[in-house]
Structures are given as structure tokens and as C-alpha cells.
């Protein structure tokens, strides 16, 4: 019985990380194809063109913040509501501050439909 109660916590906690990996993986798809051409596959932007999301201070801060950039879209950057799922979004949203060296709390995709 014992090898019971610490076998299912443990395939638990696989779980939850295999969900999370997945939704990484997801997040970097999206940001392939809808972000890297403008903000590069590395995050590092165009230089007096397109901002680095990399060190980027607004992408550091508020996960609401960087989903109101998405949804209302901001100078050559559109607007996304409408074109992405909120699920989508989250997962770039995601992807973007915790890659390239940012780290950032996981923002839902409740929250950005709370946002539209």
C-alpha cells in the first residue's frame, strides 16, 4: 500500500510538467508563426524597428500588459483580438516572458478573455 500513496503523487507531479512542456512547446510554435518575423526567432527585434522582447521591461512586468499589447495592438504592432484564440494567446504570452532570459508569472486565458 505504501509504494501506492507515493507512486501516485509522483506520477502526479509528471504530469503537470509534461502539461506545462506541452504548452511551452505550443507557445514557441505560436510565436514562430505569428511573431518571430517582426520581434526575430531569438527575441532580439530589429533594431529602431521592431522591439527585442528579450530584457524587454513591459514583457518583465505585467502579464496583463503584454495581453493588451496583443489585444489592442501598439505603434506597427496590430491587434490580435479576434485573430487568435484567447488560449493562444496565453500560450504566446507565456512562451514570451519566460524565453530569451525574461522570466514572468503565467497569465490564463480567462484573464485575457476578461481583457477583450
Known amino acids: 500500500m505504501k509504494l501506492k500513496k507515493c507512486l501516485i503523487p509522483a506520477l502526479a507531479g509528471c504530469l503537470v510538467g509534461f502539461q506545462t512542456y506541452a504548452a ?8 514562430l508563426e505569428n511573431c518571430a518575423e517582426c520581434h526575430q526567432e531569438d527575441g532580439m527585434g530589429i533594431p529602431n524597428i521592431y ?10 512586468g ?4 503584454v495581453a ?6 501598439r505603434g506597427e504592432m496590430p491587434s490580435f483580438s479576434g485573430a487568435i484564440s484567447n488560449e493562444d ?13 525574461n ?3 503565467l497569465i ?3 484573464t485575457i478573455e476578461q481583457l477583450n
Open 24 to 31: 511551452d512547446e505550443s507557445g514557441q510554435r505560436l510565436f
Open 51 to 60: 522591439p527585442a522582447l528579450a530584457g524587454n521591461e513591459l514583457v518583465q
Open 62 to 65: 505585467s502579464g496583463v500588459d
Open 108 to 110: 490564463s486565458p480567462e
Open 89 to 101: 494567446m496565453a500560450s504566446i504570452i507565456n512562451y514570451v516572458r519566460n524565453a530569451f532570459g
Open 103 to 105: 522570466e514572468g508569472e
Open 68 to 73: 493588451l499589447v496583443l489585444i489592442i495592438g
